[in-house]
Nanobody, 122 residues
């Protein structure tokens, strides 16, 4: 399975962006999600989704970000609203076959995309 992200960009604080991640190959039984990394900071799990559509979020994005999937397109999305400057970073899609979903574990997933930059200006 390979993952390809798209949709990053630059916005002002309060704006919105939607990231997409398309998988080549079957992701049945996978946990998929997003993590981010800002310069000088550790990787942070942002949101995840199971093939059952169960979702989980980091506290820092709850109520602002929504993860969803389109199984027919083998794609997951991250809708990011009310963006803040602290949301700036490189966002990576990641996944692996798992029976559980812990947002904190997403940065360690073995399969990941190349990343897409999100920049939020104040």
């Amino acid at each position: 399975v390979q993952l390809v992200e798209s949709g990053g960009g630059s916005v002002q604080a309060g704006g919105s962006l939607r990231l997409s991640c398309t998988a080549s190959g079957s992701t049945a039984s996978y946990s998929l999600g997003w993590f981010r990394q800002a310069p000088g900071k550790e990787r942070e799990g942002v949101a995840g989704i199971r093939w059952t559509s169960f979702t989980a979020y980091a506290d820092s994005v709850k109520g602002r970000f929504t993860i969803s999937k389109d199984s027919a397109k083998n794609t997951i999305y991250l809708q990011m609203n009310s963006l803040r400057p602290e949301d700036t970073g490189m966002y990576y899609c990641a996944g692996e076959p798992r029976t559980n979903l812990l947002v904190s574990a997403i940065p360690q997933y073995k399969i990941r995309g190349q990343g897409t930059q999100v920049t939020v200006s104040s």
